[in-house]
């Protein structure tokens, strides 16, 4: 309940942030905090020194430029599940954002924070994949952006690297035809099995969070279902999807029941965005 | 090393030096006195600490003192208006809304947000927006329905 | 019309509602210190050694304590519900050479700030030397498992019976119809969402101990804090129950921490506070249940039961807690015999240590565990002869006109009615309609699998009679005081040695008081949780205290009308005896103009002017009450639930009670009270879990990963009552405060079962979760 002391500093921009991460070993960066305070507080995460973002108000919003939606690290989960910009143009973050945790939690805690801490029980990486979002990252030097596809690298892991900042999320635009389903654990609201569809028309995709380590790409079980697969076929393309990852296995669900939840809320997304679209 | 923070809490402006660590939750406990919002779990997941800040309702045990600086916050101390409770704390009472009391106050500024953003909210809504709020004592049945009566009652 | 009865707003309330309530943590001495207790992250190892060298360097911290320093005063934590033949294996304040479960406290830090006291705490570096644990409460009776304590072999707390298992055994011979059950109660963590706190001040120069603390009983914790753990005489000590934010049973038991602090306060003169973490309070909080059972019923060729046999092994964690031992046998053995008429039972309880927090009661303590186990054994019998839950259950209920009727296990039933509250609730639910949805749903295959189960419970509540209490095993006597001063202008305080802690006793206890004298109810102010203002007293626990502590009122209440009577006899001229006290008046009966208002009668008693003949002045009577049952709230609820087919995730869409808790003081907080009971029976039965590992790890340590009930899981409860009054107390009461933890867990299950019923499941257990009901359907 109480952390481990530590060195305080609040950014005033992004290159004092940079300034500030390149002069501190062992430093983290502080966004709401909602992902890391807790660890800190069961001082599992003992940082010597904290940077303070969250007055960066470039960092912050949602802006729609020429066809991408751009979202600021810092925007908080209520900013994206009320941002009218998100809901007429990517509608998926925001819907996915309106299941995360509580509303305490959603007006505090920050897009960037979530990603960036990648708890694969997060709603957001599957939502991020489904989208083939692009995320930027800065370093003192020069800037960069990852696709959402390659940003999880593994358990609470990012390609975020020290010394680095992320900056904002770009997202494409999708028509309607969008959704997120969730089977919540039980004690801690988090995903189980996450699954996050998107069929507009231009994308037919399909990613899960929750099940592995990392964000589950199964956008050919997405092609399948568009292409009019029975149950069975879309199935056999989730377990395809899900080859190859240790799947996450806990009190609440095993790795088999896992595979089996992906293959119910998979097809759930999936049959949502249809009929949101 | 101490950091100066201005926090507006209760429409009060308090001036003070904070250790870093300090989380919001014990500056408005220990600091200020503030001994109305309490302590229930330390994974943000029992609500009992939450309070309103820039009028939306946040836990006050996971953000730090300093992340308050600047910000406006509202306690369960500062809701009442002098003698005249507020119609959530009369509906808490008038619906037996509460028994043991120590989750009440962050269910009632839990409850503040809520209808702060939806003025009339049906059961799914208040239950939902209430998810993150835990209550041992009442089953959340009265407290639904006080948060039933507080938003028929404005 | 007076005020029982009344759905008075509680008197408690404003000060919660406002902030200004304040509980253990919020209070603050001059100079106070914080006291943060290291502990064992093994659940079984010995301690090789402890270096407090680095931990003593961290500025702000001002003492550190180990088992060393402590056994001056450290006679530990001793047990106070003895059973004959009982190991009771010491249990030290701070562990010693060894630790035996995962939060076992071996050191105490104390600095000038709670963050500071935590980073010492993490310089301590204790040398630890790993050994086995047994987790398991069955297990831990196997030949070869890790011993617990030197001192009680084979991991044998006690072994423990009652009934007439030859009886059983021909029962069981002859009948018609069998079965059987195998299950798990599954261990819980009481979660009071108040951690366990204490505030120890030590005045060096009275050498009188002041301590406030999280307590649902403070007598009783100052006796076995003095007697046992301290070593100050009782009367130099004063505990303090500020609000108290929920119990549940977890804050009746004594636990080394609130000694600790104490001691702490003794050795240093200062003020001394602990306060647990969540983490650390779902480490040493006493855990609930944790029974694996194997039970038998048998039914003649009608359906009528003719016997039920049950073996328990009931974990009692790593030191047997406060009233740990009374748990899984007064508590639970007694209770076999559920609401029905069965002329043989027999039950044996073997109560085992394991590596793990202690268990001890937790709501309900014992009779949701016996409930569980009759009402599923009710739902078998209904299959194996045919005539389903509801028909197997009426054939059974022990008739209305059979009370009192004497079990077979020891209890003697005061009044029921369990017929009426089932049919009631088979009203409200619209039972044949269910049925009717079910059906049809079974027959297309579509929507979710719809169940509906029944648990018609009995509890034993209001915890008493002394004597009887003494025989079984109990270190005390379970009567309750009552103490009522009225003041020369006629208004009253009370002085109850209940203690509540939510139950809203202010209001309820008010309410007692203002109908027996007439008054209004804001001219009663009740004052309790404070050794130092009232009458010893035993505390609230066991839906005792309307039963128990209301009836000491009513009885000291009645002893200061009885006393007003004479006096008011003796101002209107009349003989004693024809003086009747009715509507907060005295009159002479037959002529009500002859009449003296109480107020009059009260001055008078104060003036002292003219009294009577050997009548005293003043106004203020004290009673001890020791009831001569307990009594036995009933009732029936049913649960209604809907089950996801393709993710096994369970709804309750409807739960319907009917209780019977005999006359009610106050229908809203009686209502309060099954609300929040149900909520969390519904918890044990689909989400709560304690799981350790094989090593003894607990893995639910936090909220993160044990699981409670939130209100967007839950629906509004349907609820409603019969009165069958109470025969033998002055109020008519029986208790309420557990019934809802006692029936919803076998209402729940039984409900799940219910629709799982065409995949030919006999028996699942609780927590019922997604993945053990999607198997259950899958396999």
């Given at each position: 309940m109480y952390p481990a002391p530590f060195d305080y500093y609040r950014a005033d921009s992004i290159d004092h942030a940079l300034e500030l991460l390149g002069a501190h070993d062992d430093a983290k960066v502080l966004a709401g905090g909602h992902s890391l305070l807790p660890m800190m507080k069961l001082r599992l995460a003992q940082p010597e020194t904290l940077i303070d973002i969250?007055?960066?108000?470039?960092?912050r919003g949602v802006r729609f430029e020429g066809d991408t939606v751009t979202v600021g690290a810092l925007t908080t989960h209520h900013e994206l599940a009320s941002s009218d910009v998100l809901r007429g143009k990517s509608p998926l973050l925001a819907a996915a954002a309106a299941q995360i945790a509580d509303p305490a939690v959603r007006n505090f805690g920050t897009l960037g924070g979530n990603i960036a801490h990648?708890?694969?029980?997060?709603?957001?990486p599957a939502v991020l994949v489904a989208l083939d979002a692009r995320i930027s990252i800065r370093g003192t030097s020069s800037e960069r952006t990852v696709d959402a596809g390659d940003f999880f690298v593994g358990l609470l892991e990012t390609?975020?690297?020290?010394?680095e900042l992320l900056l904002s999320v770009e997202l494409p635009t999708t028509g309607t035809g969008v959704a997120y389903a969730k089977s919540e654990q039980?004690?801690?609201?988090?995903?189980?099995c996450g699954a996050a569809a998107v069929l507009d028309g231009e994308r037919t995709n399909l990613a899960f969070n929750g099940v592995a380590a990392t964000p589950v790409d199964a956008r050919d079980a997405a092609k399948v279902f568009a292409d009019g697969g029975d149950e069975a076929a879309v199935n056999a393309a989730i377990r395809a999807a899900l080859d190859g990852h240790d799947l996450l296995d806990d009190l609440f669900a095993s790795g088999d029941f896992r595979g089996h939840l992906a293959t119910v809320y998979g097809r759930r997304a999936l049959a949502a965005a249809r009929a949101a679209g | 090393m101490g950091h100066r923070i201005r926090v507006e809490v209760n429409g009060a402006m308090h001036d003070d030096e904070v250790e870093p660590r300090t989380l919001l939750v014990h500056y408005l406990r220990?600091?200020?006195?503030?001994?109305?919002?309490?302590?229930?779990?330390?994974?943000?997941?029992?609500?009992?600490?939450t309070v309103l800040m820039d009028g939306r309702a946040v836990r006050?045990?996971?953000?730090?003192?300093?992340?308050?600086?600047g910000c406006s916050v509202t306690t369960i101390e500062g809701m009442a208006d002098g003698a005249a409770l507020h119609p959530l704390q009369e509906a808490f009472r008038e619906h037996h809304?509460?028994?043991?009391?120590?989750c009440t106050p962050g269910m009632i500024m839990a409850a503040a947000g809520l209808l702060a953003d939806d003025p009339d909210p049906d059961e799914v809504k208040i239950r939902s927006a209430l998810k993150g709020n835990i209550c041992?004592?009442?089953?959340y049945h009265n407290i639904v329905k006080a948060v039933q009566a507080a938003a028929d009652a404005s | 019309m007076g005020a029982l009865g009344q759905s008075v707003r509680r008197v408690e309330d404003h000060a919660l509602i406002t902030g200004r309530g304040l509980y253990t943590d919020d209070l603050v001495r001059p100079g106070v210190l914080h006291a943060v207790v290291v502990r064992s992250p093994f659940a079984h190892a010995t301690i090789a050694s402890i270096d407090l060298d680095a931990a003593r360097d961290?500025?702000?911290?001002v003492a550190i304590y180990t088992a060393d320093d402590l056994c001056d005063a450290d006679k530990g934590v001793p047990t106070a519900w003895l059973l004959p033949e009982l190991k009771t294996p010491a249990h030290p304040l701070l562990a010693r050479?060894?630790?035996?479960?995962?939060?076992?406290?071996?050191a105490v830090v104390v600095a000038t700030d709670r963050y500071i006291a935590r980073d010492a705490a993490e310089q301590v570096f204790v040398d630890y030397e790993p050994l086995d644990a047994v987790v398991d409460p069955k297990g831990a009776?196997?030949?070869g498992a890790p011993q617990v304590?030197?001192?009680a072999p084979g991991n044998l707390a006690f072994d423990w019976q009652l009934g007439d298992e030859d009886k059983v055994r021909s029962a069981f011979a002859s009948a018609t119809h069998r079965a059987e059950i195998t299950l798990r109660n599954n261990r819980l963590i009481p979660h009071a969402i108040e951690p366990r706190a204490a505030l120890a001040e030590f005045d060096?120069?009275?050498e009188e101990l002041t301590i406030w603390m999280t307590t649902q009983n403070p007598h009783v914790h100052r006796l076995l804090m003095t007697l046992a753990s301290?070593?100050?005489?009782?009367?130099?000590v004063r505990i303090v129950a500020p609000?108290?934010?929920?119990?549940?049973?977890?804050?009746i038991h004594h636990y080394p921490d609130e000694a600790i602090a104490a001691w702490c306060s003794m050795k240093l003169g200062k003020p001394v506070k602990w306060v647990a973490t969540r983490s650390e309070t779902n480490q040493t909080d006493a855990h609930g249940r944790d029974h694996v059972s194997h039970a038998e019923i048998a039914l003649d060729?009608?359906?009528?039961?003719?016997g039920l046999r049950c073996t328990t092994w009931a974990g009692m964690g790593s030191y047997l807690s406060t009233f740990a031992p009374a748990v899984p046998t007064y508590l639970y053995g007694t209770l076999l015999s559920g609401q029905y008429d069965i002329p043989a039972i027999h039950v044996r309880t073997y109560g085992t240590f394991t590596h793990t927090t202690p268990v001890d009661a937790y709501r309900g303590a014992g009779r949701p565990e016996a409930t569980f186990v009759v009402e599923r054994l009710l739902d078998l019998a209904g299959k194996v002869t045919g005539l389903g839950p509801v028909e197997v259950r009426r054939r059974n209920f022990v008739p209305p006109?059979?009370?009192p009727y004497a079990t077979q296990v020891a209890l003697e039933y005061d009044s029921g009615n369990y017929e009426g509250a089932l049919q009631k609730a088979l009203e409200i639910a619209g039972h044949d309609e269910l049925r009717a949805e079910q059906a049809r749903r079974r027959e297309n295959g579509e929507g979710k699998l719809l169940g509906i189960g029944f648990s018609c419970f009995i509890e034993a509540c209001g915890l008493a009679p002394s004597q009887v209490a003494g025989a079984l095993?109990?270190?005390?006597?379970?009567w309750e005081s009552a103490k009522v001063r009225v003041h020369p202008s006629g208004t009253v305080t009370v002085f109850s040695g209940s203690s509540g802690h939510g139950q809203g006793h202010k209001t309820t206890f008010a309410q007692v008081v203002a109908d027996r004298l007439g008054i209004?109810?804001?001219q009663v102010d009740v004052i309790q949780g404070d050794t130092e203002k009232v009458p010893f007293g035993m505390g609230?626990?066991?839906?005792?205290s309307a039963a128990v502590g209301g009836s000491a009122l009513a009885t000291a209440v009645d002893k200061v009308i009885a006393k007003g009577r004479r006096i008011a006899a003796h101002m209107l001229e009349a003989n004693e005896d024809d003086i009747v006290f009715e509507d907060g008046s005295f009159h002479v009966e037959g002529v009500p103009a002859k009449s003296k208002a109480w107020g009059d009668v009260v001055l008078a008693a104060y003036l002292?002017?003219?009294?009577?003949?050997?009548v005293e002045p003043g106004l203020e009577e004290t009673a001890f009450y020791d009831p001569a049952n307990f009594t036995y709230p009933f009732g029936t609820h049913i649960a209604v639930v809907e089950i996801?087919?393709?993710?096994g995730e369970v709804e309750v869409a409807r739960y319907i009670s009917v209780d019977d808790?005999?006359?009610?003081?106050?229908p809203m907080i009686v209502e309060g009270q099954v609300h929040g009971g149900i909520a969390q029976g519904i918890g044990q039965a689909l989400w709560e879990q304690a799981v350790y590992d094989?090593?003894?790890?607990?893995?639910?340590?936090?909220m993160l990963d044990y699981a409670l009930p939130r209100a967007h899981r839950l629906p509004s409860f349907e609820t409603d009552r019969t009165v069958t009054p109470c025969?033998?107390?002055?109020?008519g009461v029986k208790g309420v405060g557990e019934a809802g933890t006692i029936a919803s867990p076998a209402a729940v299950t039984n409900a799940v079962l219910d629709a799982l019923e065409p995949f030919g499941i006999d028996h699942l257990d609780m927590p019922l979760t997604p993945e053990k009901v999607w198997r259950a359907m899958n396999r």
């Open positions: 969250g007055r960066i108000d470039a960092l990648a708890d694969p029980a997060s709603d957001l390609a975020v690297e020290e010394g039980q004690a801690s609201g988090y995903a189980v | 220990e600091t200020l006195g503030l001994t109305g919002t309490n302590v229930g779990c330390e994974t943000s997941l029992c609500g009992s600490c006050a045990c996971t953000q730090l003192a300093v992340q308050a600086d809304g509460l028994q043991c009391g120590y041992r004592c009442t089953g | 961290v500025p702000g911290v050479d060894r630790v035996r479960y995962v939060g076992d406290g071996v009776t196997a030949e304590h030197d001192d060096p120069s009275t301290i070593g100050l005489p009782e009367h130099k609000e108290v934010g929920g119990g549940f049973g977890s804050k060729a009608d359906g009528k039961i003719v006109d059979a009370f095993g109990a270190q005390a006597g379970l209004d109810v804001g609230t626990y066991g839906s005792r002292a002017h003219d009294l009577p003949d050997a996801d087919r393709d993710t808790v005999g006359n009610v003081i106050n094989d090593q003894g790890q607990l893995l639910t340590s936090t025969p033998h107390n002055p109020l």
